[in-house]
């Protein structure tokens, strides 16, 4: 596959999100929630996401992943309980956008890392996945997902 690596470098930008612990395996009905439970807080409040929903992983260990699923805002609000507002950092980050099945992600993580390697960047740790479909509105084949590792500067 081609994959189509770049660089770039973002301002802050505000989030609503819920931050968690949870195994791969029972991550598709956490993100389902979450995303539910977000979009039925902001709805009342007219509050828009002003991007793709995503999730962020902290940690690759998939029998207790710690993440954080949410949408962009575009502005700081108050969160409540579980729902928060934070914010995806500004700075260098490194993006490639996917296309397929999730079961397929693993092979544009790898490209990642070795453009990483190669160009000796330090990543912070922090993964990004921004979901531009979803798999219950397009074919597996069609699935659109960026992937964005933070960069330390």
Avoid: W
Avoid at 11 to 26: G, H, K
Avoid at 65 to 89: A, K, N, R
Avoid at 99 to 122: C, F, M, N, R, V
Avoid at 129 to 138: L, Q, S
Wanted: charged residues 25%.
């Amino acid at each position: 596959m081609d994959y189509k690596i770049q660089i770039v470098e973002t301002d802050a930008q505000p989030v609503l999100s819920i931050r968690t612990r949870s195994s791969v395996a029972d991550l598709p009905k956490r993100i389902g929630s979450s995303y539910q439970a977000i979009l039925e807080y902001m709805t009342p409040l007219g509050i828009q996401a002003s991007g793709m929903p995503f999730v962020a992983y902290y940690n690759l260990d998939m029998e207790d992943l710690d993440v954080e699923i949410g949408f962009p805002v575009s502005e700081i609000v108050d969160g409540q309980g579980d729902i928060q507002c934070s914010e995806i950092p500004s700075g260098k980050k490194i993006t490639c956008m996917h296309q397929g099945s999730y079961q397929e992600l693993p092979e544009t993580y790898h490209a990642i890392i070795d453009h990483i390697g190669t160009k000796k960047l330090e990543p912070s740790g922090v993964v990004y996945e921004h979901y531009f479909n979803a798999p219950d509105k397009v074919p597996e084949e069609e699935l659109l997902t960026e992937v964005v590792f933070l960069l330390n500067d």
